[in-house]
């Protein structure tokens, strides 16, 4: 018996929306199409049962709709969204398109400062989010994984020239021809100087190490005046 098109309620209480039935491009096999109307309301296709008789208050959500590990997996991934979420500069979530429900109870987690309570509502924060498709998030994990790319390859790039102003410190035969291959209009003369003070720096313990930032910032500005005029 293949299911018809609406929803379906099972007996513990959860409900599905059936589509309808389609078939399999290449095998030809029917299989139905659904959503699940609960956790984050997501969309399944299998395959018909031909000896399927129950009828839609009896639907088996081991047939139709995720498994508990599923379930389980898609609130665990809500909740570090969540969690994300209220961890942001409130400059930066203000820039992203949030329900305001959603946004009311991020503010009211921020403003909880009791480590059970904070616990507490930081779930129930999940919960509200939970009610929601996962297209009405798209735009928000997009924008928070861009956000952590930029992040690691900003950290990246700065660990990359920590480790240039070490090899330049060291004398390191390679590292200051590598520079001014990489980067041609380096003041040469100035750089030099700092390398020599960097050094002196580093033989007095009590000396504060005012070459050695400034060397540091050298090499960031030369990287950012590149990044620029490549952009």
Wanted: charged share 30%; proline share 5%.
């Amino acid at each position: 018996m293949q299911p018809t098109a609406g929803i379906y309620r099972h007996y513990k209480g959860q409900r599905y929306r059936v589509l309808g039935t389609a078939q399999h491009s290449e095998t030809l096999e029917s299989l139905v199409v659904y959503q699940a109307l609960y956790g984050a309301h997501g969309w399944w296709v299998r395959p018909v049962s031909p000896s399927r008789s129950r009828n839609q208050t009896e639907l088996d959500d081991t047939e139709y709709g995720p498994s508990r590990t599923q379930q389980r997996r898609e609130a665990l991934a809500v909740l570090a969204l969540a969690t994300q979420l209220i961890e942001l500069q409130p400059s930066r979530l203000a820039r992203l398109e949030l329900p305001e429900d959603v946004r009311r109870e991020i503010d009211v987690t921020r403003r909880t400062p009791s480590h059970g309570a904070h616990k507490r509502q930081l779930a129930f924060l999940a919960k509200v989010m939970r009610r929601y498709d996962d297209a009405d998030f798209a735009a928000v994990r997009a924008e928070l994984g861009e956000n952590r790319e930029k992040q690691r390859t900003e950290t990246a790039a700065m660990h990359r020239l920590e480790s240039m102003r070490e090899r330049l410190i060291a004398e390191d035969a390679g590292a200051l021809s590598e520079l001014i291959a990489e980067h041609p209009q380096v003041d040469i003369q100035r750089l030099r100087s700092l390398l020599r003070q960097a050094r002196s720096e580093k033989d007095t313990p009590n000396k504060p190490p005012r070459a050695y930032r400034e060397i540091f910032q050298l090499l960031k500005d030369l990287h950012e005046t590149d990044d620029a005029a490549h952009a």
